[in-house]
């Protein structure tokens, strides 16, 4: 499969994709926009902001925790460790009076103590998780690109069955309640889903800059879109955009991709927010 792709990007006449880590990264980002597009969209409308940088926090504390333990993919320790800080944050959420903000603001600032903790426990250096708080999409392998394909396609048929009373209970709990749908149980499985995909991407992406990536899509997507349709389809276009425009841009700069991509989503909201102030 993936000599295949190298075949077809040898067609091509961008010399930059002859290089078979470059043509990973392309591979890795057209199967990845898609992931944070629809992502993006739930997380702008139910105003999740800040919950999925406090997600990435908690994957940064599951990697410490599996390189501390020698575990030799640290990457699965942090997927099982965010998805019991999507739990827990899913219930103590729906039991306490206390604004959505202000309990990621503690989950999240926790979760950072935490990691760091672990991490530099009995002096440890902090130099080996450079790459999860920078991130590398150069790196990536064959391997981990089947990796996002499967769960492209899992958030996709995810997407399909539950994307409507997902919005639903993000904009309207009470009326999506009253037609039967348990908002609490819809709530916590998408802040799962988001777990697992912001953990799978911190490697790749990077801790840094990876809430920008779920947030610029979708916020630039609200500026124009006039339906829920258009709205998931430019944030997918968006992401997509962006993804190889960055791409593009730090093979040329020698700058990171991941910053690369973020200012050119940053770009899309800047000119996306001057089309609405134009049309309105």
């Not at 470059?22 to 629809?38: E, K, T």
């Not at 399909?160 to 009326?175: E, K």
């Not at 829920?228 to 997509?240: E, I, K, N, R, S």
């Amino acid at each position: 499969m993936m000599e295949l792709w190298y075949s077809l990007l040898d067609e091509l006449p961008f010399s930059i994709f002859h290089w078979k880590f470059m043509a990973n990264a392309l591979l890795a980002i057209i199967l990845m926009s898609p992931l944070f597009g629809l992502c993006s969209t739930m997380i702008v409308t139910g105003r999740m902001s800040f919950f999925s940088d406090a997600l990435g926090h908690s994957a940064f504390t599951g990697i410490a925790i599996g390189c501390i333990c020698g575990v030799a993919a640290p990457t699965w320790v942090a997927v099982l460790f965010a998805l019991a800080f999507s739990v827990l944050f899913s219930y103590v959420r729906s039991r306490s009076n206390q604004t959505a903000d202000t309990i990621i603001g503690v989950f999240s600032s926790t979760a950072v103590a935490v990691g760091i903790f672990i991490a530099t426990l009995g002096g440890g250096s902090f130099a080996k998780y450079n790459r999860y708080l920078i991130g590398d999409v150069l790196s990536i392998t064959p391997a981990q690109i089947g990796l996002l394909g499967i769960t492209l396609l899992a958030i996709v048929i995810f997407w399909c069955f539950a994307g409507n009373r997902l919005i639903l209970s993000a904009i309207h709990p009470q009326l999506a309640s009253s037609r039967g749908i348990p908002v609490a149980l819809a709530q916590g499985v998408f802040t799962a889903v988001i777990a697992v995909v912001v953990t799978l991407s911190i490697s790749w992406v990077g801790l840094l800059i990876l809430n920008s990536l779920l947030v610029l899509p979708g916020a630039a997507a609200r500026n124009v879109a006039k339906n829920q349709m258009q709205y998931h389809g430019l944030c997918v276009l968006f992401a997509l955009f962006g993804g190889i425009g960055g791409l593009i841009l730090s093979y040329y700069l020698g700058a990171s991709s991941g910053a690369s991509i973020c200012l050119v989503l940053a770009a899309e909201f800047g000119i996306s927010f001057l089309c609405r102030k134009v049309r309105g």
